[in-house]
């Protein structure tokens, strides 16, 4: 398949599938808005759940490319936390098929796109983990566990996309983040108050 036709057919499977979702698209949409027909489609792909697949895959690698990116523009690891927790959500918002994943439920979707979600995740940990691992070398952060606090970080992010993504402007969001990174840094507690366990 020429590689412009895969283009066109991707383009348009990622904008159907995310307004209406794997049941409701057809394949004969997708090939009447791409302009190709129906048997290059299941030539290609062999059906609308690997289409479909195909879109996830794609829209994980082109959040994991960019965020990786943000993070290598970055050289302190606090600035590179920043950077990453910044640019997830930035790009998050942009890849609708993955944030309908979360919104329809995974119990409701293919097991292969619960797979895709969650090497997103595993993805994102290891950047967090790389990034807290760094700063502790640098004796920057102070952490007994990096690989369980990058866990924590990642799982606390994740529960904040769906509301924050679909119901919040992006001037909210940042400020949110702003709010989180300044707790995840200093903590709760004042110095002066400050209790230890």
Same mark, same amino acid.
């Given at each position: 398949?020429?590689?412009?036709?895969?283009?066109?057919?991707?383009?348009?499977?990622?904008?159907?599938?995310?307004?209406?979702?794997?049941?409701?698209?057809?394949?004969?949409?997708?090939?009447?808005?791409?302009?190709?027909?129906?048997?290059?489609?299941?030539?290609?792909?062999?059906?609308?759940?690997?289409?479909?697949?195909?879109?996830?895959?794609?829209?994980?690698?082109?959040?994991?490319?960019?965020?990786?990116?943000?993070?290598?523009?970055?050289?302190?690891?606090?600035?590179?936390?920043?950077?990453?927790?910044?640019?997830?959500?930035?790009?998050?918002?942009? %890849? /609708?098929?993955?944030?309908?994943?979360?919104? @329809?439920?995974?119990?409701?979707?293919?097991? =292969?796109? *619960?797979? $895709?979600?969650?090497?997103?995740?595993?993805?994102?940990?290891?950047?967090?983990?790389?990034?807290?691992?760094?700063?502790?070398?640098?004796?920057?952060?102070?952490?007994?566990?990096?690989?369980?606090?990058?866990? %924590? /970080?990642?799982?606390?992010?994740?529960?904040? @996309?769906?509301?924050?993504?679909?119901?919040? =402007?992006? *001037?909210? $969001?940042?400020?949110?983040?702003?709010?989180?990174?300044?707790?995840?840094?200093?903590?709760?507690?004042?110095?002066?108050?400050?209790?230890?366990?």
């Amino acid at each position: 398949m020429k590689q412009e036709k895969l283009e066109a057919i991707m383009g348009t499977a990622k904008r159907m599938f995310a307004r209406y979702g794997l049941r409701k698209t057809s394949m004969d949409e997708i090939a009447r808005m791409a302009r190709v027909a129906k048997a290059t489609i299941y030539n290609y792909f062999g059906s609308k759940d690997r289409v479909y697949l195909e879109v996830l895959r794609r829209e994980k690698d082109e959040i994991v490319k960019n965020i990786s990116s943000s993070v290598a523009e970055k050289v302190l690891p606090g600035d590179k936390l920043a950077a990453f927790v910044k640019a997830k959500f930035f790009y998050m918002r942009k %890849a /609708i098929n993955i944030l309908n994943l979360d919104r @329809e439920g995974m119990e409701n979707l293919l097991p =292969s796109a *619960e797979t $895709i979600r969650n090497e997103l995740f595993q993805q994102e940990v290891e950047t967090i983990h790389s990034i807290l691992q760094d700063g502790v070398k640098k004796g920057v952060f102070h952490l007994s566990y990096p690989l369980l606090t990058a866990r %924590a /970080i990642g799982h606390a992010l994740r529960g904040f @996309e769906l509301n924050w993504l679909v119901q919040e =402007s992006e *001037e909210k $969001i940042e400020h949110y983040l702003d709010e989180l990174m300044a707790i995840l840094f200093y903590g709760l507690m004042s110095h002066k108050g400050a209790v230890r366990p």
